[in-house]
Protein backbone atom coordinates (compact mmCIF):
# COMPACT_ATOMS: atom_id res chain seq x y z
CA UNK A 1 0.00 0.00 0.00
CA UNK A 2 2.03 2.80 -1.19
CA UNK A 3 -0.12 5.05 -2.12
CA UNK A 4 1.45 8.93 -2.01
CA UNK A 5 0.44 11.74 -0.18
CA UNK A 6 -0.61 13.63 -3.42
CA UNK A 7 -2.73 10.89 -3.95
CA UNK A 8 -4.67 11.28 -0.70
CA UNK A 9 -5.11 14.65 -1.00
CA UNK A 10 -6.30 14.30 -4.85
CA UNK A 11 -9.37 11.51 -3.47
CA UNK A 12 -9.84 13.81 -0.55
CA UNK A 13 -10.73 17.09 -2.57
CA UNK A 14 -12.86 14.28 -5.20
CA UNK A 15 -14.77 13.98 -2.08
CA UNK A 16 -15.49 17.49 -1.09
CA UNK A 17 -15.89 18.71 -4.49
CA UNK A 18 -18.91 15.94 -4.92
CA UNK A 19 -20.25 16.91 -1.56
CA UNK A 20 -20.56 20.72 -2.44
CA UNK A 21 -22.19 19.84 -5.30
CA UNK A 22 -24.72 17.56 -4.15
CA UNK A 23 -25.14 19.97 -1.62
CA UNK A 24 -25.33 23.13 -4.13
CA UNK A 25 -27.58 20.83 -6.31
CA UNK A 26 -30.50 20.34 -3.17
CA UNK A 27 -29.96 24.20 -2.58
CA UNK A 28 -31.52 24.80 -6.15
CA UNK A 29 -33.65 22.28 -6.25
CA UNK A 30 -35.38 23.85 -2.66
CA UNK A 31 -35.02 27.41 -4.52
CA UNK A 32 -37.31 26.52 -7.46
CA UNK A 33 -39.92 24.99 -5.41
CA UNK A 34 -40.04 28.00 -3.09
CA UNK A 35 -40.46 29.91 -6.35
CA UNK A 36 -42.76 27.89 -7.62
CA UNK A 37 -44.95 28.43 -4.46
CA UNK A 38 -44.02 32.43 -4.55
CA UNK A 39 -45.60 32.74 -8.23
CA UNK A 40 -48.74 30.45 -7.42
CA UNK A 41 -49.55 32.99 -4.73
CA UNK A 42 -49.17 35.89 -6.82
CA UNK A 43 -51.12 34.27 -9.82
CA UNK A 44 -53.81 33.88 -8.05
CA UNK A 45 -54.09 36.74 -6.69
CA UNK A 46 -53.68 38.49 -9.73
CA UNK A 47 -56.42 36.21 -11.08
CA UNK A 48 -58.90 36.67 -7.82
CA UNK A 49 -58.44 40.90 -8.71
CA UNK A 50 -59.00 40.73 -12.46
CA UNK A 51 -62.50 38.78 -11.31
CA UNK A 52 -63.70 40.97 -8.69
CA UNK A 53 -63.03 43.72 -11.27
CA UNK A 54 -65.48 42.24 -13.76
CA UNK A 55 -69.12 42.26 -13.04
CA UNK A 56 -69.73 38.46 -13.36
CA UNK A 57 -67.50 35.24 -14.52
CA UNK A 58 -66.20 31.84 -14.19
CA UNK A 59 -62.93 30.73 -14.96
CA UNK A 60 -61.15 27.48 -14.41
CA UNK A 61 -57.40 28.22 -14.30
CA UNK A 62 -54.78 25.64 -13.45
CA UNK A 63 -51.55 26.36 -10.98
CA UNK A 64 -48.32 24.64 -10.98
CA UNK A 65 -46.94 23.72 -7.58
CA UNK A 66 -44.36 21.25 -6.06
CA UNK A 67 -45.43 17.78 -5.52
CA UNK A 68 -44.78 18.11 -1.75
CA UNK A 69 -47.83 20.01 -1.28
CA UNK A 70 -50.98 17.87 -1.08
CA UNK A 71 -53.58 20.73 -1.13
CA UNK A 72 -53.90 24.03 -0.74
CA UNK A 73 -56.80 24.99 1.90
CA UNK A 74 -58.43 28.38 2.50
CA UNK A 75 -59.95 29.06 6.26
CA UNK A 76 -62.00 31.72 8.17
CA UNK A 77 -58.50 33.36 9.44
CA UNK A 78 -58.21 37.30 9.34
CA UNK A 79 -54.38 36.64 8.91
CA UNK A 80 -53.88 33.90 6.66
CA UNK A 81 -56.93 32.46 4.85
CA UNK A 82 -54.67 30.45 2.70
CA UNK A 83 -51.88 27.26 4.00
CA UNK A 84 -50.58 24.79 2.75
CA UNK A 85 -51.06 21.17 3.74
CA UNK A 86 -47.24 19.60 2.83
CA UNK A 87 -44.97 17.12 4.23
CA UNK A 88 -42.83 20.61 4.86
CA UNK A 89 -43.43 23.56 6.38
CA UNK A 90 -44.65 25.89 3.84
CA UNK A 91 -45.47 29.34 4.66
CA UNK A 92 -49.50 30.77 3.92
CA UNK A 93 -50.92 33.70 2.67
CA UNK A 94 -53.55 36.44 2.80
CA UNK A 95 -55.80 36.21 -0.13
CA UNK A 96 -57.91 39.18 -0.51
CA UNK A 97 -61.37 40.11 -2.12
CA UNK A 98 -62.52 36.12 -1.84
CA UNK A 99 -66.04 35.10 -0.12
CA UNK A 100 -64.24 32.85 2.61
CA UNK A 101 -67.27 32.38 4.54
CA UNK A 102 -69.23 31.23 1.90
CA UNK A 103 -66.45 28.90 0.82
CA UNK A 104 -66.06 27.09 4.40
CA UNK A 105 -69.42 27.43 5.60
CA UNK A 106 -69.73 23.49 4.95
CA UNK A 107 -65.88 22.49 5.45
CA UNK A 108 -63.61 24.10 6.92
CA UNK A 109 -61.03 24.38 6.05
CA UNK A 110 -61.69 23.87 2.10
CA UNK A 111 -59.14 21.96 0.34
CA UNK A 112 -58.32 21.68 -3.25
CA UNK A 113 -55.74 18.69 -4.06
CA UNK A 114 -52.38 19.09 -5.55
CA UNK A 115 -52.50 16.36 -7.93
CA UNK A 116 -49.37 15.41 -9.68
CA UNK A 117 -47.87 19.03 -9.35
CA UNK A 118 -51.28 20.51 -10.69
CA UNK A 119 -53.89 22.45 -8.74
CA UNK A 120 -57.30 23.50 -10.48
CA UNK A 121 -59.33 26.30 -9.22
CA UNK A 122 -62.42 27.74 -10.19
CA UNK A 123 -63.05 31.01 -9.96
CA UNK A 124 -66.99 32.56 -9.98
CA UNK A 125 -68.22 35.87 -9.50
CA UNK A 126 -72.05 36.17 -10.35
CA UNK A 127 -73.98 39.58 -11.20
CA UNK A 128 -74.75 41.87 -7.88
CA UNK A 129 -71.68 39.98 -5.50
CA UNK A 130 -68.84 41.93 -4.33
CA UNK A 131 -66.58 38.84 -3.69
CA UNK A 132 -64.86 35.93 -5.97
CA UNK A 133 -66.09 32.36 -4.43
CA UNK A 134 -63.32 29.71 -5.26
CA UNK A 135 -64.29 25.94 -5.97
CA UNK A 136 -62.53 22.85 -6.60
Known sequence: MNISFGMIF??????IFLAF????????????????????LSD??????????SPQGSQTITYTLPT????????????QNLE?????????ENIENIDIASMTNQESPYCIPN??????????KDYGETLVRITR
Open 84 to 92: FNSKKLVGG
Open 10 to 15: SIILII
Open 115 to 124: IKGRVSIVLK
Open 21 to 40: GFYAITKFLDLQKSIQVEKF
Open 68 to 79: NIISVCFKTDEF
Open 44 to 53: LQEDIDKMWK
